[in-house]
């Protein structure tokens, strides 16, 4: 018999986390933070956070980006139960430092690090700080009504998946341990810890 699934503040945990990966979690630097192509989806609240911190932010981003907020975020709105608050804003794309033929996150820097996640450490904000649910949690996703593995990007970017710097396969809820807990909670996660065992 199937066991029941694990519920976390409504949401379905994936069995996927279960599965093992097949090496270590991979450093931004070693995929030139492949999952920053294309952008993200921020939630309303979390851009007005990030635009509160606009002037702190600027120093972090690259200058032709830095004068203008308003160059940050697409006009165009999203409206998903997904997002807290209903409603969320993409993340302007433009030509990545690193590779001038894809496009990536306007906050993606030349060193591959995020603008959001340097400001945020240099604030002292904690973790996640300014940077949004979403890749904070990365390679783990919240998609309708589920928490899991983000299998799809992986599959579409093979030098997106996380797990690039070799050694021992471990099941992924250990390899992503942080970004679950973050997602979904440390007590959730303690659970789904003992249903490996």
Known sequence: ?????????????????????????????????????????????????????AEALRPYLAPQYAGNEDLWFEDEDFLHADFPSGVALATRTVPRAADATQDGCIFLRADHLCALHVASDALALGWPGLKPFECATYPIRQSEGV?????????ANPHADCQRQGGEPRPRFLVFKTEIELAIGQKAWQTLADRAK
């Open 147 to 155: 928490v899991g593995y983000d299998e799809e990007t992986a599959a």
């Open 1 to 53: 018999m199937a066991s029941q699934p694990l519920i976390a503040d409504g949401l379905i945990v994936s069995d996927n986390l279960l599965e093992l990966s097949h090496g270590e979690h991979c450093a931004a630097g070693a995929c030139q933070a492949a999952c920053c192509v294309g952008g993200i989806w921020v939630d309303l609240l979390e851009v007005q956070r990030i635009l509160d911190h």
